[in-house]
């Protein structure tokens, strides 16, 4: 079946360092990739996508590769701010014998300090 | 924002009790979804609907029921609920796009923390 791997939190940075969250996959056909964001108290919010092998999907300085080689999709970000801390989530969703549904990652949370 | 409304928003109940849950569109999505959120385990899909009086199980249906009798509303009930049912319970839509195919992307709502004791 369909998973999701992230790297376990908190991830805990200084303002305007360099952030890097890992995300690995399983996944039957060929999947589309999502980072999604909570921030605190809320719902998820669609970060980015990527449809297919090689695709970058960016959003608010936020970027992450569709590598089909090393079944990846890590989220990168050049300079975080305070306001970046969220949990975020990798998810994948492949429309191989599963329907439009999504597998999501358990999360990781990011706290970004002055 | 894709209009989406949750009720309630907290509940507290005791175990063995009948709780329903809401989710209220008013963008006329045909797809709908619920899933719970647990530390450790991120989202799980637990029904979605692609249509009035049309639902299917997720992954952790067990203990949940569904219904749909109105495009704009969702209905989640735990028939009895139990502690392991204490979570954050999202609901989520889909819109469709030109040509009638449907988007990747779902849109989720704010969340109702349930509380089983």
């Known amino acids: 079946g369909n998973s999701v791997t992230q790297m376990e939190g908190p991830v805990t940075l200084s303002e305007e360092a360099f952030l890097t969250i890992n995300c690995t996959y399983t996944a039957t056909g060929y999947p589309s990739l999502f980072w999604y964001v909570q921030y605190p108290g809320e719902g998820l919010q669609l970060l980015l996508k990527?449809?297919?092998?090689?695709d970058k999907g960016s959003n608010k300085g936020f970027e992450a590769t569709y590598r089909k080689e090393t079944t990846s999709f890590h989220l990168e970000k050049g300079s975080v701010q305070v306001s970046d801390s969220a949990v975020y989530f990798c998810?994948?969703?492949?429309?191989?014998?599963?329907?439009?549904?999504?597998?999501f990652g358990t999360g990781t949370q990011l706290k970004v300090e002055l | 924002d894709a209009g989406i409304t949750q009720s309630p928003r907290h509940k507290v109940t005791e175990t063995g009790t009948p709780v329903t849950l809401r989710c209220h569109q008013t963008?006329?999505?045909?797809?709908m979804y619920w899933y719970r959120q647990d530390p450790g385990h991120g989202l799980r899909l637990i029904h979605y609907?692609?249509?009035?009086?049309?639902?299917d199980k997720g992954e952790v249906s067990d203990g949940y029921s569904v219904s749909r009798s109105k495009t704009e509303d969702f209905l989640l009930t735990l028939e009895s609920a139990t502690s392991s049912q204490t979570s954050v319970y999202f609901c989520?839509?889909?819109?469709?796009?030109?040509?009638?195919?449907?988007?990747?992307?779902?849109?989720f709502g704010p969340g109702t923390r349930l509380t089983v004791l």
């Open positions: 963008e006329n999505h045909r797809y």
């Open positions: 609907s692609y249509g009035v009086k049309d639902t």
């Open positions: 990527a449809t297919k092998a090689d």
């Open positions: 998810a994948l969703e492949s429309r191989a014998g599963g329907g439009n549904k999504l597998t």
């Open positions: 989520a839509i889909r819109p469709l796009i030109l040509a009638g195919g449907i988007t990747d992307t779902q849109y």
